[in-house]
């Protein structure tokens, strides 16, 4: 069954330095997503990501971060600077069109920042 | 907008005990309706969905929803509770905000725990 795979499955990294998190979504899903989930809370919507371009992002997704598909497969979540509070579990999910809108999720990546 | 509420963040139950995890949504147009699970340190699982026709939906692992209209409910239901259901369970709805986002919005979750 197809699935949607990440990488890494945990990161720690220095306060203010680069990550990127690495998705790869199901092949036939046309809309991908980035949500976050900080130890104990809610899972929170980051972004979307449709026809090469955002179509959707929350007040979260700030400057510090970005979104991107570079290869037709890999979909890929930037923080330019990390910051303490950007320890999380990352999830990366897809959906094909039309449907009834289920999406599929990755297993996450946790970022710890020190 | 849509929102979903889930009462009750910790739910302790005695196995062979009947399960039941609120949720709550609100929507200005008919709403699709998600459960899923996540056992620890593991991803987002879908359970079940409602999106339009039988309003009691069927999921993996025994659970079963109710989309009830006139109560804004979707709750979760399982007859008889395995140690193996311990885990964090998110309601979720999608978000007609337009457009190509169709995304789901979270509830807090519930965190089941199940005693022998």
């Known amino acids: 069954e197809p699935e949607v795979t990440q990488t890494p499955s945990h990161q720690v990294t220095q306060m203010g330095q680069e990550v990127i998190l690495r998705c790869v979504p199901i092949s036939n899903h046309l809309y991908f997503y980035w949500y976050r989930q900080i130890l104990g809370q809610k899972v929170e919507f980051l972004v979307s990501?449709?026809?090469?371009?955002?179509?959707?992002k929350s007040e979260i997704f700030d400057d510090q971060f970005s979104v991107e598909r570079p290869d037709g497969s890999n979909f890929t979540l930037k923080i330019r600077s990390t910051k303490l509070e950007d320890s999380a579990m990352y999830f990366c999910a897809s959906r094909r069109t039309g449907g009834t809108g289920e999406l599929f999720f990755g297993e996450g990546s946790r970022l710890t920042v020190l | 907008a849509q929102s979903v509420t889930q009462l009750g963040s910790h739910v302790s139950v005695s196995e062979g005990a009947l399960v039941l995890l609120r949720c709550n949504y609100s929507s200005s147009v008919p709403p699709y309706l998600f459960w899923y699970v996540q056992y620890p340190n593991q991803g987002l699982q879908l359970l079940l969905k409602y999106t339009t026709g039988a309003t009691l939906v069927k999921g993996i692992n025994g659970f079963e929803a109710e989309f009830k209209k006139s109560e804004t409910s979707f709750h979760l239901t399982k007859p008889s509770a395995h140690m193996s259901d311990a885990a964090e369970y998110f309601c979720a709805v999608i978000s007609s905000s337009g457009g190509a986002t169709n995304k789901l919005i979270f509830g807090t979750g519930t965190l089941l725990a199940v005693q022998p």
């Open positions: 990501f449709y026809n090469n371009e955002i179509s959707e």
